[in-house]
């Protein structure tokens, strides 16, 4: 009867130990654009995304990582916001904002737009989110459960800036750590 009991335990933890040594590596999975996000240069409106894509390895069967990048009318690039946890380890602020490829893969995963706003008005909501990112209370802590970490980043910005009119996935772990 116990043997019963340990077949699927076994059976998941063979699961988890196959899914974990892949021949994939982080090194060398895409961080290509995926084409989603307006071309800045042709694009003379104001564009806001906030991405989601499966985090990498294992976790991406249940989480995804989230991120917002914008541009403001008339810019020509675009301005990615994100929280990226390894960097801590190298006594780095883990929240990063700088000019990207608003879209790239994250580690192989395709991003999803989970919320887009263009045109009138976007700028004062990119200047709002600009400012929020820039007061997240957690620059330096990154927990990948139960937060603060990338999904914690995107909700805290999401609740400062109610006019982004976001609702984060069920599966962006960490989201609720700001409530």
Known sequence: M?????I??????GIIVTGCSTDKSWRTAS????????????????????YGADAWGWRGWFAVHTWIAAKRTGETAY?????????????????????DIPDRYWYGAKPEVLQK????????????????????????????????????FTAWIAKQVPELELDLPFSAIGSGYVN
């Open 8 to 13: 699927p335990a076994l059976i998941l933890i």
């Open 117 to 152: 706003l263009r045109g009138p008005g976007v700028d004062e909501v990119i200047d709002a989110v600009d400012r929020a990112a820039r007061a997240y209370p957690w620059k330096t802590t990154y927990k990948l459960f139960p937060g603060p970490n990338s999904n914690t």
């Open 79 to 99: 301005t990615v916001y994100d929280v990226v946890g390894w960097r801590s380890r190298y006594g780095q602020p883990v929240v990063r904002i700088v000019q």
């Open 2 to 6: 116990k043997m019963f009991k340990l």
């Open 31 to 50: 961080r290509e654009s995926a084409g989603i996000a307006p071309d800045p240069a042709a694009t003379h409106e104001a564009v806001l995304h906030v």
